[in-house]
């Protein structure tokens, strides 16, 4: 199967800082990636969805400002958490497709942020 | 809209014995289905998926599901589970219209004993 890659797969943080998350599809281009965000023992809740080379689209409830995303090229798609603080410690997890209609979801082993 | 429902958050099982992972899906349009698997602290791994065709669907590690469309279910079986399958399977939907992000359940357990 396809293979996307996240960099950094573990990321401490003080509080106040932004860090920076990168999802890459290495064998395949991605017009559209997608960031989710996973707390303990439940499901995968979507945060947004990141288009190449336009606006991302955020879920109802995600704050834009705090979550920046850039999709600057066709395998590229960065999630940068500004200004983070202890309650956004969680696991992210960015998802891409080669595209067309149903196609498969391939995942990123996920970045662990936690803030002190 | 879609939703998927997985009847239960923990199922625990002994070594080689079988199981089942139950899923049930809403949806008022097409839909292509998937099961995934995720280790503890990673990301998740396509076991299988249903987009067309036969209903019944081989997938890796021995697993495989049956698509009913009449009941709107996705169960996955596997009859000789591992330690190794000790983790969290989700099951997903994906509307069959373009590439738009997958509706997931909330998620099982399966712990394996041995």
């Known amino acids: 199967g396809a293979v996307v890659s996240q960099h950094p797969s573990r990321v401490i943080c003080k509080s106040g800082t932004s860090v920076k998350i990168e999802c890459r599809s290495l064998d395949f281009q991605a017009t559209t990636m997608f960031w989710y965000r996973q707390f303990p023992k439940q499901s995968l809740m979507l945060m947004a969805t990141?288009?190449?080379?336009?606006?991302?689209?955020?879920e109802q409830g995600v704050e834009k400002d705090k979550f920046l995303i850039n999709h600057a090229s066709l395998t590229l798609s960065t999630l940068t958490v500004t200004s983070a603080h202890p309650e956004d410690s969680s696991f992210y997890i960015c998802?891409?497709?080669?595209?067309?209609?149903?196609?498969?979801?391939?995942f990123g082993p996920g970045t662990r942020l936690l803030v002190l | 809209a879609q939703s998927v429902t997985q009847l239960d958050s923990q199922v625990p099982v002994f070594e080689e014995a079988p199981v089942e992972l139950r899923c049930n899906y809403s949806?008022?349009?097409?839909?292509?289905l998937f099961w995934y698997v995720q280790y503890p602290n990673q990301g998740l791994q396509l076991l299988l998926k249903?987009?067309?065709?036969?209903?019944l669907v081989k997938g890796i590690n021995g697993f495989e599901a049956e698509f009913n469309k009449s009941q709107t279910s996705f169960h996955l079986r596997k009859p000789s589970v591992h330690i190794s399958d000790t983790a969290e399977y989700f099951c997903?939907?994906?509307?069959?219209?373009?590439?738009?992000?997958?509706?997931f359940g909330k998620g099982t357990r399966l712990s394996v004993i041995a």
């Open positions: 997903a939907v994906n509307p069959a219209s373009g590439n738009t992000p997958l509706v």
């Open positions: 998802s891409a497709g080669p595209g067309g209609r149903g196609e498969t979801q391939y």
């Open positions: 990141s288009n190449e080379g336009s606006k991302a689209t955020y």
């Open positions: 249903y987009l067309s065709g036969s209903t």
């Open positions: 949806s008022s349009v097409s839909v292509y």
